[in-house]
């Protein structure tokens, strides 16, 4: 339950973070108050960072430069592929890069990427020992009820927006 909670709690920070920076633009293509995109990228990072400190035991250095690598590279896909299938299953255009100086593509960009690196960065010096925290107390009869609300938004998503 613990990467669950994780996952609702970057996927709803996320969320919160875009409806500040951009109130105009929807955050997310789903209907409930989390951009899934988020909580997967924070649990990919969340979980390299474990593997790098227990699998690997890499020392400080290269743990530092491991994390801003996978999130510069990760992340970066993520938000590629979730631009392209947005646009493929329900024909819209949330973001485009485009013009930007050293675009990828429409839905990537090498500033974004470096932006992915630092942002993964903070998020496990200075996010996550808190989030951690908040994850390990919710309780599964939280937790439970949110996936089930989860799935039931993909559901409703899918059929609502693709016809």
């Known amino acids: 339950m613990y990467y669950w909670n994780l996952f ?7 969320h919160l973070l875009e409806k500040i920076l951009y109130p105009q ?3 997310g293509i789903l209907y409930g108050f989390w951009t899934p995109v988020y909580g997967i990228g924070a649990l ?8 790098l400190e227990k699998k690997w035991k890499l ?13 510069f590279f990760f992340l970066s896909f993520i938000e590629w592929l979730g631009g392209n299938l947005i646009e493929i299953l329900f024909h819209i255009t949330f973001w485009d890069y485009s013009q930007m100086k050293f675009a990828i593509g429409k839905y990537t960009s090498l500033e974004m990427a470096l932006l992915w690196g630092a942002a993964s ?12 925290k908040i994850a390990e107390k919710i309780p599964k009869w939280i937790t439970l009820p949110l996936i089930v609300l989860f799935i039931g938004d993909i559901i409703a998503t899918i059929i609502l927006k693709t016809k």
């Open 8 to 14: 609702f709690i970057y996927a709803c920070l996320g």
């Open 25 to 27: 633009h929807a955050s």
């Open 44 to 51: 990919i990072i969340v979980i390299s960072y474990q593997l």
């Open 59 to 71: 020392e400080k250095g290269k743990k530092f430069l491991s994390i801003f690598f996978i999130g």
């Open 121 to 132: 960065i903070f998020l496990i010096y200075v996010i996550q020992p808190w989030c951690r």
